[in-house]
């Protein structure tokens, strides 16, 4: 079925695919993944079988050094790219599997890594290829998420913290505001970590490039960010995504 709805001239990319994900699935490798030594032995079975290199003494299963390390079980991964070649949601797939969408989401991500480093036509395929896309509960969340900090940036009279008035004023042009009533100042975002981020006008571009996919390295290079702001602009936007009940988006835009 799946050859059926992949072009031919990707048949050999998505053979080689399968079968790299067949050796995973099985736990077996033939060379040692640091040293490319192929004398080791097992030392442990279960729950991942797990072995030691004699050459340069170090352990490995046959995920190590793959984007699918610990991601168990193993036969999961071939359902999940199948399921998503035939156009089925993260929440379909979940239920296939019994499992959380979190769960889902983290393997997709994986998938499309390892699809990156190892067969690239096969990626392009895979990421322009609808299948690859964000499905609506992300694309609503997506939504919902701009929705909030629009308002939340063109709110003019929040409530006060300090004695529950609405005769509050903007001061300065961020989420600052003083209360007409008992003339304590306040900021709207002071017990979120969103209070800590500069350059709010810049807020929407970076969560669309957190959604489109963009990793950490791309968004710096279009930004012009560093990668420590990236870092923690990332970690500052996944926990709001959590605050707000958007979990899913959270969990699709925590992949660096």
């Given at each position: ?20 994900l067949e050796k995973i699935t099985q736990q077996n490798i033939e060379i040692c993944p640091f040293c490319e030594n192929n004398d080791f032995y097992t030392i442990r ?149 969103l209070n800590k981020l500069p350059r709010s006008d810049l807020w929407l571009e970076f969560i669309d490039l957190l959604v489109s996919g963009e990793n950490n390295l791309q968004i710096e290079k279009k930004m012009n960010f560093s990668s420590n702001t990236v870092r923690r602009w990332r970690s500052a936007w996944c926990d709001m ?16």
């Amino acid at each position: 079925m799946i050859y059926e709805l992949v072009p031919n001239e990707l048949h050999n990319e998505l053979d080689n695919f399968l079968k790299s994900l067949e050796k995973i699935t099985q736990q077996n490798i033939e060379i040692c993944p640091f040293c490319e030594n192929n004398d080791f032995y097992t030392i442990r079975s279960t729950p991942t079988v797990t072995y030691r290199c004699k050459t340069c003494n170090k352990y490995c299963t046959a995920a190590t050094n793959t984007p699918f390390n610990r991601l168990t079980p193993f036969n999961w991964l071939e359902m999940i790219f199948a399921y998503r070649i035939e156009n089925k949601s993260y929440q379909y797939i979940a239920n296939k599997l019994n499992c959380s969408l979190e769960k889902v989401i983290r393997r997709d991500h994986a998938i499309v890594s390892y699809l990156e480093t190892n067969y690239n036509s096969l990626y392009q395929w895979y990421t322009d290829n609808k299948q690859a896309k964000i499905p609506t509960t992300l694309a609503e969340q997506h939504k919902m998420m701009n929705t909030k900090i629009i308002e939340l940036l063109n709110e003019q009279k929040p409530i006060c913290i300090h004695c529950g008035s609405t005769d509050t004023t903007k001061i300065g042009t961020r989420t600052c505001y003083r209360c007409k009533r008992c003339r304590h100042s306040f900021n709207i975002l002071s017990d979120t970590q969103l209070n800590k981020l500069p350059r709010s006008d810049l807020w929407l571009e970076f969560i669309d490039l957190l959604v489109s996919g963009e990793n950490n390295l791309q968004i710096e290079k279009k930004m012009n960010f560093s990668s420590n702001t990236v870092r923690r602009w990332r970690s500052a936007w996944c926990d709001m995504m959590k605050n707000w009940d958007c979990n899913a988006l959270a969990i699709w835009c925590s992949r660096h």
